[in-house]
């Protein structure tokens, strides 16, 4: 700790950085280590894992089942944001390693996060029910008046859905880790997904790991870093790809995900939070100076470990020393906070989606309430949230065994069109969502934890 404040305060004096990011050692076979030129200088490292199919067995997957995508998106001038869901729907618990059944068609009420009210002319107060002689009858209620719609949008399409296994040839995963880690986040999801025979690819973002960190903020804001992910995508993109990421590593896969909906055939999003534009915080404590950060970088690592895991013992701060979690240089730690800037990822971003999406949150995740992966569950077609008890921040490197299991029973999902038929409407029923009645043809079924 005293060598990281001698750091900050020769940092302050010089006005430069104390170090800059250097490779990571790594017990790791280096022939899965390329190292990819994103842009002149700018050069990230990913793992990339390619596993011999010929002893597996290759091929494609010949089955897959064709789901209708069809929702009508609304957003109103009041901000409400209506979503009518008009094609197939699937059911929330289908995730148990089974084929999942199929929703009739719903429609889903609720309120822009980033709402700010909008002046407008006052409603006019209905009349007072007139007097009657012998029996009173209530006055009928107002009728409400929706608004005229700001802005609509209709997506009409046809999504193949199969099942990916590891011997498929045509299956590409992707890890996307979040800030302040790297690829080694992954190490127990790598060595388990390659073991099956899946081909994996696992970056470092610039300024993580062992890529290269350039010393100027606009090298880390959301758009120069999606477009990196957008480089790697297209040089190791398959036919049927699969992203996984983790806390802000969920808002590339999403970008992804919509920019690509034809190769991306599933998404995994680990602690992603809720399905809002992303803002910076102005008084956030990565608003500092890189060399108070510096000085503070041994506070900072022991309230990542506070709370990022639901346990802070031996095995915890082992994993977080393994995974190179806030082992970066405090320049990039404050550029990477400062640039999370991304007015476009809203809720009607993550409505367009039409990719089957796995929401995996640790109960003791201090970062990320439940409550915004619900709204994300709410808001995207076919999403499928599931809370793991014993985990937190950092889930996948808590607990596992449950993560990989859980994982690989999505990457193997089909849905079940055979009942897609059998369903039938019951305009009558409604539910509550976020406070606000919603109209569906049937009471969704409790969300499985």
């Keep these: 700790m005293l060598t990281s404040i001698t750091d900050g305060i020769l940092c302050c004096l010089t ?74 729907v699937l059911h929330s618990e289908i995730v148990q390693c089974q084929n999942g059944d199929l929703e009739p068609c719903s429609t889903v009420e609720v309120e822009l996060a980033d ?32 608004r005229k719609p700001k802005r609509m949008v209709m997506i009409d399409s046809e999504r193949e859905i199969s099942s990916c296994k590891g011997t498929h040839s045509d299956v590409a995963l992707f890890f996307v880790h979040g800030v302040g880690g790297s690829l080694d986040i992954w190490g127990s999801q790598l060595d388990f997904f390659s073991r099956l025979g899946y081909e994996i690819i696992a970056p470092d973002l610039a300024g993580h790991g062992a890529s290269t960190a350039p010393h100027i903020a606009a090298a880390y804001t959301f758009y120069a870093l999606a477009e990196d992910m957008r480089a790697i995508f297209k040089k190791y993109a398959r036919k049927r790809n699969i992203l996984i990421g983790h806390s802000y590593g969920v808002s590339f896969c999403t970008f992804l995900a919509h920019e690509y909906p034809d190769q991306v055939h599933k998404v995994v999003m680990i602690n992603g939070g809720g399905p809002t534009a992303l803002e910076p915080s102005l008084c956030s404590i990565f608003q500092l100076p890189s060399c108070v950060l510096h000085c503070l970088s041994p506070c900072l690592a022991w309230s990542f470990l506070k709370a990022g895991f639901a346990h802070q013992g031996a095995k915890e701060k082992q994993l977080l020393k393994q995974g190179n979690a806030f082992n970066v240089n405090p320049f990039v730690l404050r550029a990477m906070m400062s640039g999370q800037y991304w007015p476009e990822g809203d809720e009607v971003y993550h409505a367009e989606l039409t990719v089957p999406i796995l929401l995996v949150h640790g109960m003791y995740d201090k970062f990320v309430p439940i409550d915004e992966d619900q709204r994300m569950a709410e808001i995207l077609l076919f999403a499928f949230l599931k809370v793991i008890e014993e985990g937190s921040h950092m889930v996948m490197m808590e607990c596992p065994d449950t993560v990989n299991t859980l ?34 043809p049937k009471p969704n079924k409790p969300m499985d934890k």
């Design 115 to 146: 709402y700010k009210e909008v002046p407008t002319s006052p409603e006019p107060k209905p009349a007072p029910p007139l007097s009657m002689v012998g029996e009173q009858k209530p006055a009928p209620p107002p009728r409400r008046r929706r």
């Design 407 to 440: 994982l690989h029973e999505f990457f193997l999902w089909e849905p079940d069109m055979s009942k897609k038929n059998a369903a039938k409407t019951d305009p009558d029923k409604t539910v509550i969502v976020n406070g606000v009645v919603a109209q569906t």
């Design 15 to 88: 006005g430069k950085a104390a170090s800059l990011v250097m490779p990571v050692d790594s017990s790791e076979p280096a022939d899965t280590f390329e190292f990819v030129e994103v842009k002149p200088g700018r050069v990230l490292r990913v793992r990339h894992i390619m596993p011999e199919r010929r002893a597996l067995g290759s091929g494609n997957s010949n089955n897959s089942s064709s789901v209708h995508c069809k929702r009508k998106i609304t957003v109103y001038r009041n901000g409400q944001l209506v979503i009518e869901n008009l094609g197939d």
